[in-house]
């Protein structure tokens, strides 16, 4: 039996600890918002629940708590070796929890897929996991010099550095800018094509950091085109607004939908999808009279986005950035 303490395990026995010792350690990515999700989704014996970003699986871990002994989780990542660390973590739920790979703008058919019509809950905590920065070979850091590449799905062609060697600079600046919200995108676009071929990532810091000039900086002057590139690779912003969709196609009545966000572009896109589906009418507002017959699907539960505790900021200084925002299936 595994005792889960909120994003932490204590001791196992069974079979998955003895097979691989390091199953049992803290060593995972820290479930942000933990709690918060919890206490919105209200796992329930014999509820079915999504966590389509279920990443080395720590919210996914405290829903089954909570759902015991009939609760199921299907667990969806693009990231297969992120599956891999869900699925033997969780090996001692058994049927209970359920790890697929896939897309998360897929769900309704990943679910019809696994016999499953609709569910109680879907958590959506987006963007990459501390393991991406911390693991080499994922080449989303500016941290360590290693080939250029951040996708989260290996099978996929498209590299961050197939996308730096050969847009143009105009296409580039853009990119940068649209995903990045860099204001430097022209200059940081200019020097990166002087600079090409960049193939690593320690190749492309400096690139960014040239096009710069020196000053005192909260982050690093390369977090932002990182960023840009990352979303640009995985077409997060386009796979989550489907996703979004899909979600409210796979909630039951009453079910509920959580997202967590790590940055602006996500949390803006987010909100005006969830007020969308919210709206009695998305009519352009020039015109007199409702002509949409649109009906909302969704009620929005938080009036405003939950942030993290300065407690949880203090211990777990990631989740600064996060914001929650929670819904209800009409
Ligand atoms: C912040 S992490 C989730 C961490 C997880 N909640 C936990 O407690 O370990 C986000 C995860 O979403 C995955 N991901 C990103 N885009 C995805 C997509 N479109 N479909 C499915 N998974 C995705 C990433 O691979 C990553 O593992």
Redesign the pocket.
């Known amino acids: 039996m595994t005792l889960a303490t909120i994003g932490r395990e204590v001791n196992l026995s069974g079979p998955a600890h003895q097979a691989e010792p390091d199953w049992n350690t803290t060593d ?5 918002l ?1 709690q918060e999700t919890l206490d919105r989704l209200s796992p329930r014996d014999g509820g079915i629940y999504l ?10 871990l405290a829903i089954l708590d909570r759902s015991a002994p009939g609760g199921r989780v299907l667990g ?4 297969p070796r ?1 599956l891999v660390r ?1 699925e033997r973590r969780l090996a001692h739920y058994e049927s209970r929890f359920i790890p697929i790979q ?4 897929q769900m309704a058919a990943i679910c019809r897929s696994n016999g499953v019509s609709q569910v109680d809950g879907v ?1 959506m ?5 501390s ?2 920065i911390e693991t080499p070979g994922y080449g989303f850091s500016f941290q360590r010099d290693e080939p250029l590449d951040m996708r ?1 799905d290996p099978q996929q062609s498209l590299t961050a550095s197939e996308i730096v060697n050969t847009l143009e600079q105009e296409e580039l600046a853009s990119l940068i800018f649209r995903f990045g919200e860099e204001p430097r995108s022209r200059s940081v676009a200019r020097e990166i094509i002087r600079s090409r071929p960049v193939n690593t990532t320690g190749e492309l810091a400096q690139a960014v950091a040239r096009s710069m000039r020196p000053a005192r900086r909260r982050i690093h002057p390369a977090t932002k085109t990182f960023q840009a590139l990352r979303i640009a690779v ?1 077409g ?1 912003l386009d ?2 607004e489907a ?1 979004l969709a899909e979600a409210v196609d796979v909630l039951a009545h009453g079910g509920i939908l959580v997202v ?1 966000s ?1 940055h602006s572009l996500e949390d803006r896109l987010v909100k005006n999808a969830l007020a969308r589906e919210a709206a009695r009418c998305i009519c352009p507002p020039e015109l007199p009279e409702c002509v949409c017959g649109h009906q909302p699907r969704m009620r929005n539960v938080t009036r405003r986005v939950i942030k993290p505790s300065p407690e949880e900021v203090r211990q777990n200084p990631r989740s600064r950035s996060a914001r929650m925002r929670v819904a209800q299936r009409l």
């Open positions: 995972y990515h820290q479930p942000v933990l966590d389509v970003t279920v990443g080395e699986g720590g919210h996914a969806i990542d693009r990231d992120s869900a896939g897309n998360y703008s958590l905590d987006l963007g990459f996991s393991r991406h989260y995985n997060e796979h989550l996703g967590i790590y």
